[in-house]
């Protein structure tokens, strides 16, 4: 059984920090792809980034580029989500993904395996 568990949201000023941490457990080893997402309520699911455990190469969505970075230890089969410079309109909830394939997209379909997600709120 695969499992993800995110850990590491709370409650942060703005211009503060978190990181949060996505424990896979499971048939890990299939893991090509492992992405971060956030939804805030009556929105849909928003694409953070994604990191390739193989290559190691990240991609970012346009608004959190520069502010964010993934990383990943495969060892311990752990990703990480450094979040400095938060914005209020970082309030989400965040959700880590993962999937068997090299997936190259957005898309929050394409990815086969999600944890239960962690809150972030950045107050004003």
């Known amino acids: 059984q695969v499992q993800l568990l995110e850990s590491g949201g709370g409650l942060v000023q703005a211009g503060g920090s978190l990181r949060l941490s996505c424990a896979a457990s499971?048939?890990?080893?299939?893991?090509?792809?492992m992405a971060w997402f956030r939804q805030v309520p009556g929105k849909e699911r928003e694409f953070v980034g994604r990191?390739?455990?193989?290559?190691?190469?990240?991609s970012y969505e346009d608004s959190v580029r520069g502010r964010f970075t993934i990383s990943g230890d495969n060892a311990k089969n752990l990703v990480y989500l450094q979040m400095n410079t938060l914005k209020p309109e970082d309030t989400a909830i965040y959700f880590c993904a993962a999937d068997s394939s090299a997936i190259v997209s957005q898309r929050a379909d394409r990815f086969a395996y999600w944890g239960q997600g962690t809150q972030v709120t950045v107050s004003s």
């Open positions: 990191i390739n455990r193989r290559s190691g190469i990240v």
């Open positions: 499971g048939r890990t080893l299939n893991f090509y792809t």
